[in-house]
């Protein structure tokens, strides 16, 4: 079913307003596709103009941001998200999500949906392991 982004059909009084056009193709929006871990996948939707949207289905890699240099990291978990706990149960990774990667803990920085990749920067590092 679509959403659409259409002004309120009430006054703040409580009264109708009445409609002076009927729905247009712009205003519908789209349902929340959430991005998982797994296989990279990218959806590709046309926008207004001609542009395109990558939207993330799932991906397992994350660009993190440490210092000046941006590394290609693995995507192990979802630990945290401040827009629903649920998320985290579910491993749906979101912008501001804090995510467990490989070379540790990394807060999300980029909207998955919208851009179609993955990017974080690196809050505390991975201690390194000790070789004996």
């Given amino acids: ?3 659409w982004m259409l002004r309120s059909h ?7 307003l009445a409609r002076n056009s009927k729905k247009t193709r712009m205003q519908r929006g789209r349902d929340f596709v959430p991005t998982r871990i797994g296989t990279k996948k990218v959806r590709h939707n046309r926008t207004r ?5 990558h939207i993330a289905l ?11 240099k941006i590394e290609k990291a693995t995507i192990l978990s979802v630990l945290e998200s401040p827009a629903n706990q649920q998320l985290v149960r579910r491993n749906i990774i979101t912008k501001g999500c804090i ?34």
């Fill in 1 to 3: 079913m679509a959403q």
């Fill in 10 to 16: 009430r006054k703040i009084t409580g009264g109708k």
């Fill in 49 to 53: 103009g001609g542009g395109v949207k």
């Fill in 58 to 68: 799932s991906a397992n890699s994350v660009n993190i941001r440490s210092g000046g």
């Fill in 99 to 132: 995510i467990e990667t490989d070379k540790g803990r990394a807060r999300g920085t980029s909207r998955p949906g919208q851009h179609g990749s993955i990017d974080a920067i690196l809050l505390e590092e991975k201690p390194a392991q000790k070789k004996t």
